[in-house]
């Protein structure tokens, strides 16, 4: 037994991995230590949040605003510090475009941005309130056995709220829309960070009356089992713990990089009520862009990728409502709607192509079987796969009658995805209608 996981997960959800030691050099991450001040002072730090390939993200106590933010802290070289000054564009317009608008609460906001010179250079910061897990992590919480209908339906109604905003109001296209970029928002930040970080304004709490309350969890850690000695081991480990946490040193990995905390607003309790007053908000706006530009270029991560995006042809708003479909997929089946692998005979890209029309039915238009930029690596002039003679069709309806466990509503939720998975995005469903969808509502 790894009593040790077991506690943590009772405690709070640790990510699986964190940054490597590699990129903290001139031009990469910048070096933190908990109780580091950013912005003459204002911000101080005091748990890693998360970290992805351009920034690592921290909690903060605003001294200013006496309240706690995340600070998302970019990489120093050029390319990820324009990268961030385009990110920090579109927040703001994000910000300022409409705040009344329903879709406005369901983006992650920007409050503030700063540069900040380090070590390894001059790091773009950004400012935003503080959320808790992603959609990704509540996937792993229901075990990849599918977030309940219910919940999927309140958190696919505000996503499309918040993409209709970006779409229609703002002219922003997401381009990255996946479970790990929408997150949860908690609450009651300040309680949670009480109770369960020890955390109350700036300063992490050492006092004795914890380690009391502590002592007690450690009482109900189930022993059953275990030899008396293995007890005592696991106690002592358990303490060693508590104390740490309560001392605010951090928890780092073999590699010495701190570890991320989430904020858990359910406390670890599975119970679909719990979810009733869920709300999410659309974060990661590192790869947005303006629809008025008109791109062709490589976007979206593999499984959330559109069919125009792999056929080199221009996309555009319509791109984001395909990822947005294969999430709420991922989301109640805990399974990627679509999982290309290559063979000897064809590449990735080919059997992901494939697997759209097995699903779609060949209805793709001469735009994308041979006009746009890879057309050709796909189709003959027929419009027939190149690569891949022998395509096994499938029904939307039957994937999700064999995927989905909890498979009620079905003929409502096919009816649902399918204007999202058309092929030709000129046929595709925008945000704005599919929001008035029966099976959200029902
Ligand atoms: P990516 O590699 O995903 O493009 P990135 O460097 O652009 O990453 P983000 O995805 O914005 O960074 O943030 C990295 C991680 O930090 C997120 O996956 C999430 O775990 C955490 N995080 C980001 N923003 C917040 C926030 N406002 N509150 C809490 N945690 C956050
Ligand atoms: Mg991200």
Redesign the pocket.
Known sequence: MDSDSDYSDCHSIY?DEEEGLEDYKTGGYHKVSLGDTLQQGRYKIQLK???????T?WLAYDTKLKCHV?V?I?KSSRRFTQGAKEEIALLEKIQSTNPTSAGYQHI?QLLDHFEHEGDNGIHVCMV?????E?LLSLIKRFKYRGVPAPVVKKVATQVLLGLDYLHRECGIIHT?LKP??V?VYVPNVETVLQERFHIQGDTIINGNQEMEQDITILDQVDTTGLTKNQKKKLKKRIKKKLKRQQQGSPRKDKNGIIT?S??DFTAGDLDVNVYENIIVKI??L??ACWTKDECTHLIQTREYRSPEVILGARWNEKTDLWSFACMIFELLTGEFLFDPRPSSKYSKDDDHIAQMIELMGNNLPTRLTQDSEFSHEFFDRHGNMKHIKKLRYRDLHDVLEETYRDGHQLELLTDFLTPMLQLDDDNRAGAAIIMNHKWLHE
């Open positions: 990510s949040l998360g970290w992805g390939h351009f920034s993200v995340a998302k970019v992650a935003f309130e503080v959320l808790g992603s990255d790990e970029n997150l991320s989430v904020l974060a990661d590192g790869n």
